[in-house]
């Protein structure tokens, strides 16, 4: 498999991976095709996941500018095709709490409208995207965020107070006994929080709307076309010329978005190396539950559910009844594929469930999340006075992008347009760089050990 810290190209009309998505989407809808011939853009996108196409949506419906998007392979071939299609207020890994010591009240409390902006944009571009006879699979609200170890629960009970208190934000405390009554039986829970709001969709399908909406706004979506090369020269005035080469093809651009978040190949862009630590997630999904399963689970939920462990498990039934289960997968790319990581995936999701221990997956596949140092993801413009000014990127959601990618994009694009961001350190700052950047799998080989006995033993 493609690996972003080793590889410089994520390939060229790339299939997407054998996928649940993509088996039961259907036909992808149309696109611009392949970059066939030297074009001059106002703005290069580079990248159609989330990112990119809400930052050209945005940038069309908004701000009147056209832009170009240049993808690799498929439209949403990378995290934004493969994800669980989970809709949640948050992004990046930084506890609101921490935003709260650092920052102060009132960037916490900002960051917070943020997220919950991102949810409601997708909601609403979901409502246009119907419209159009695009549909979802969006699932009955609710988020459960589940309790592994009995003094989990605390914890998370505290959290659902300080949001409580901070946001007004409605969550309801289940005890184990609730939670396995009223929602699943879980045999690993121990308790849960529960809000009202997160939701299960098709995130392909979703990706195929923004596309779709993007297009009808007058943005062009040109696929199997990786910028393989990219030169910047002053061509005289403050900006810099900038130069994407594709395989048919060369992109003058006046602007660049780099959206290319977990997929961004080796050495891309100054403005990105060693700044992202791309990890693999890994998903299942069983085949379908029959009756008989499904009662003796008591699974009578499809809301999202995600565990509070360092190390975590995330699933929910989908809509024919299958279970999707994830987890972490393996640590390059050349060992995604080893069928270990989808069988440990399974064997997990048994000791959840006893009740399915003859149950088999039908599709396996994994994705790589794009992690940050300080666990924010960042919207940046290199300085002005840089002579990178006109390049663009917003990467880093730690695995938690499909809601906030769409704000994300939507800022994207008032930057691009010139407009300026909110003073958040999501919009003002840059990534920071790691330490030791060549050493960062060392650092996540051990994280992950760290991870494995903190959540056996403490
Ligand atoms: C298994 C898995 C489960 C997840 N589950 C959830 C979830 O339930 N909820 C949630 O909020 N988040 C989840 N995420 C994270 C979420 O999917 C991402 O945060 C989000 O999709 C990021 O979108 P993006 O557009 O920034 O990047 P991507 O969708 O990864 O798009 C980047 C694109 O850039 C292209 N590209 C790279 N290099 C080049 C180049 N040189 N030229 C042209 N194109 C290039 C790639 O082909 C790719 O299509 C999950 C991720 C994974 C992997």
Redesign the pocket.
Same mark, same amino acid.
């Given at each position: 498999m493609y690996d972003p810290l080793h590889d410089k190209? %994520?390939g060229c009309g790339e299939v997407y991976p054998n996928s649940y998505w993509a088996d039961v989407s259907g036909e992808a809808p149309q696109d611009d095709g392949i970059i066939n011939q030297d074009i001059d853009v106002d703005v290069a996108i580079?990248? /159609? $996941?989330?990112?990119?196409?809400s930052c050209a949506l945005h940038l069309a419906k908004e701000h009147g500018i056209k832009a170009h998007v !240049?993808? /690799?392979?498929k439209t949403? #071939? $990378?995290?934004? $095709?493969?994800?669980?299609?989970?809709?949640?207020k948050s992004?990046g890994r930084k506890p609101y709490s921490t935003m709260q010591k650092q920052w102060g009240e009132e960037v916490m409390r900002d960051i917070y409208d943020e997220m919950c902006a991102g949810v409601d944009t997708v909601k609403e571009l979901i409502s246009q995207a119907s419209d159009l006879g695009i549909d979802c699979q969006q699932q009955a609200a609710g988020y459960i965020k589940v309790a592994h170890k009995p003094k989990m629960l605390n914890e998370l009970i505290a959290l659902a107070k300080l949001q409580q208190k901070m946001f007004g934000y409605d969550v309801e405390i289940l005890s184990q006994s609730e939670l396995r009554q009223q929602y699943m039986d879980d045999r690993n829970a121990y308790g849960a929080i529960r809000y009202q709001d997160g939701f299960g969709l098709n995130?392909l399908k979703l990706a195929w709307g923004y596309q779709q909406l993007a297009r009808n706004a007058g943005v062009k979506i040109h696929t199997a076309? %990786?910028?393989?090369n990219w030169q910047e020269e002053k061509n005289g005035t403050k900006n810099v010329q900038q130069t994407l080469h594709t395989p048919k093809g060369i992109v003058k651009a006046k602007k660049v978005v780099i959206?290319?978040?977990?997929?961004?190949?080796k050495g891309?862009h100054s403005l990105v190396t060693n700044r992202t630590l791309p990890v !693999?997630?890994?998903?299942i999904v069983t085949e379908p539950l029959t009756d008989e399963q499904i009662a003796a689970c008591n699974f009578l939920t499809s809301n999202?559910v995600m565990d509070t462990r360092a190390l975590k498990y995330?699933y929910r039934k989908l809509p024919d009844n299958r279970l999707l289960f994830?987890g972490r997968g393996a640590i390059t790319g050349k060992s995604a594929d080893d069928p270990y990581y989808a069988k440990r995936l399974l064997a997990v999701l048994k000791t959840s469930f006893p009740a399915l221990t003859k149950i088999k997956y039908q599709y396996a #596949?994994?994705? #790589?999340?794009?992690m940050a140092l300080d666990d924010l993801p960042h919207i940046y413009q290199s300085h002005e006075t840089n002579e990178q000014s006109n390049v663009f990127y917003?990467?880093g959601?730690c $695995?938690?992008?499909?809601?906030?990618?769409v704000q994300a994009g939507k800022r994207l694009a008032e930057k691009v347009a010139g407009i300026n961001s909110p003073n958040l350190p999501l919009y003002q700052k840059a990534l920071p760089k790691f330490p030791l950047a060549p050493l960062r799998r060392v650092g996540q080989w051990g994280y992950f050990h760290y991870g494995k006995i903190k959540d056996e033993y403490f």
């Open positions: 190209t %994520p580079i990248g /159609a $996941g989330y990112t990119g196409l !240049l993808e /690799a392979n949403a #071939w $990378g995290c934004s $095709g493969r994800n669980a299609g989970f809709i949640l992004s995130p076309s %990786p910028v393989l959206a290319t978040n977990g997929y961004t190949p891309f !693999l997630s890994q998903i999202v995330y994830g #596949w994994s994705g #790589w999340i794009c917003s990467m959601y $695995g938690s992008g499909v809601s906030f990618s």
